[in-house]
């Protein structure tokens, strides 16, 4: 089971760009790596996933370094309601194996 | 496309009743959805995953007899909350995997609020 290790809180301004990063040092050959932001009292919302290199959609992007031990989310430009809590979660796909999430960086975005 | 739907949004119940949480996936059919709870500035926690037609799996430390699964189609996990404390207060999320595909991605519902006075 691939634990992940994020900042808990980060701070930022309004136009920024914000790169959040999660180590995951024991990720397995056919883990993927999934981005989440949540806000409160709703259920995660998918950011971005990605299984090696570099992953780009419309809203963010996600670096995995070659040997996939950690990522980072790249959001460019922040607004204020990008304010919420993101997690990383390195999956395995099918079943229940790979789903602990860790505690999620809280992200503050500043006027 | 891929919409995960739960109700109630939010209920309030007795202590010693019992209260259940329907998880749709709305345009998409889910071999497998996952059922979380999450505290109050605290993670999300896998209690346990949905198989249609099987028996749930629990994940260690969640009591099978007191939160019942059903994943009776491919469309729809329940969650029922049995005998209801204060102390199962909480905020229960599903999730759904895409049936048919080897999918690694889930689909969350908005989540629904319990409180159990």
């Known amino acids: 089971l691939a634990k992940t290790t994020q900042p808990i809180s980060m701070d930022s301004y309004e136009g920024q760009e914000v790169n959040i990063t999660c180590s995951h040092n024991?990720?397995?050959?056919?883990?993927?790596i999934t981005w989440y932001q949540q806000f409160p009292s709703q259920g995660p919302r998918f950011i971005i996933q990605?299984?090696?290199t570099k992953v780009t959609n419309e809203v963010a992007s996600l670096f995995i370094p070659a040997d996939r031990k950690s990522s980072t989310l790249s959001l460019p430009r922040v607004s204020l309601s990008d304010t919420a809590v993101y997690y990383c979660?390195?999956?395995?796909?099918?079943?229940?194996?790979?789903?602990?999430f860790g505690k999620g960086t809280h992200l503050i975005i500043q006027p | 496309g891929a919409v995960v739907s739960q109700h109630p949004s939010r209920v309030i119940c007795k202590s010693g009743t019992s209260v259940k949480i329907e998880c749709r996936s709305l345009?998409?059919?889910?071999?497998?959805m996952f059922w979380y709870r999450q505290f109050p500035k605290q993670s999300l926690m896998l209690m346990a995953t949905?198989?249609?037609?099987?028996?749930?799996?629990?994940e260690q430390g969640v009591e099978k007899d007191k939160f019942l699964i059903n994943h009776a189609s491919l469309t729809l996990s329940t969650l029922t909350v049995t005998s209801a404390h204060p102390e199962d207060s909480s905020f229960y999320i599903c999730?759904?995997?895409?049936?048919?595909?080897?999918?690694?991605?889930?689909?969350f519902g908005p989540g629904t609020r319990l409180t159990v006075t």
């Open positions: 979660l390195v999956d395995s796909g099918g079943g229940a194996d790979g789903l602990t």
């Open positions: 949905s198989n249609e037609g099987s028996k749930a799996t629990y």
């Open positions: 024991n990720i397995a050959t056919n883990d993927y």
């Open positions: 999730s759904a995997r895409v049936a048919g595909v080897s999918s690694y991605e889930q689909y």
């Open positions: 345009d998409f059919q889910a071999t497998t």
């Open positions: 990605g299984y090696k």
